[in-house]
C-alpha cells in the first residue's frame, strides 16, 4: 500500500509549479517508496522467523541477510549438494543472490531516503519525460524498489522452507 502513496507523491510533484513544492513531494516519494520496500523486507523476515526477526531496526536488515541468513542458506546449500538434490541447489543459490539483492538494496534506499529527509540543500533535478532524480538516483529506480524486494523475498521463502521442513 505504501507504494501507492508513493506513486501518487511521485505523479504530484510532476504537476506542480513551484519547484520547492516540486521538489518536496519529490523528496517526499523517495521517502515513501524506501518505507515501502522496508515493510516488504519486515514481512519476510517476520515470516522467516516471527519470535526473532519481527521487530528490528532498519539498520540491522542488510547486516542479517549478510550474515545469518547467508549462513544459513550456505548450509542448506552445501547439504543439498552432499545429497546430489541439484533444485535444492538452485533454489539456495538464487536466494543467496537474493540476500545479497535486498541487503544491497536497503543500504542504498536507506542512503537515498536520508539525502531525502536531512540534505534538502541536495536538489531534486527535475528531467525531461516525467522523471526525475535525487543524488544521481532516478525515480523510476525507486519506484522498482518494492517489486525488487518482493521478488528476492519470494526466493529466500522457497529456499528457507527447506531449511525449516
Do not use: C
Request: hydrophobic share 40%; net charge neutral; aromatic share 10%.
Amino acid at each position: 500500500m505504501m507504494e501507492k502513496v508513493a506513486h501518487h507523491l511521485q505523479i504530484h510533484a510532476l504537476e506542480l509549479a513551484s519547484a520547492d513544492d516540486r521538489d518536496v513531494f519529490g523528496r517526499s516519494a523517495y521517502n515513501r517508496y524506501y518505507y515501502a520496500a522496508f515493510l516488504r523486507a519486515r514481512k519476510m523476515m517476520t515470516r522467516l522467523n516471527p519470535s526473532q526477526w519481527a521487530e528490528l531496526e532498519h539498520a540491522t536488515y542488510p547486516e542479517l541477510l549478510r550474515g545469518q541468513i547467508r549462513t544459513e542458506l550456505k548450509k542448506g546449500k552445501q547439504q543439498s549438494q552432499r545429497v546430489g538434490d541439484s533444485d535444492a541447489v538452485g533454489v539456495f543459490s538464487r536466494a543467496l543472490t537474493a540476500a545479497e539483492g535486498i541487503a544491497s538494496l536497503m543500504r542504498d534506499a536507506s542512503r537515498v531516503r536520508v539525502v531525502a529527509d536531512y540534505n534538502p540543500h541536495i536538489p531534486i533535478e527535475f528531467l525531461p519525460g516525467g522523471r526525475f532524480s535525487l543524488n544521481n538516483v532516478d525515480i523510476t529506480t525507486a519506484h522498482q524498489w518494492v517489486n525488487k524486494v518482493d521478488t528476492w523475498a519470494t526466493a529466500i521463502e522457497a529456499a528457507w522452507s527447506y531449511i525449516d521442513g
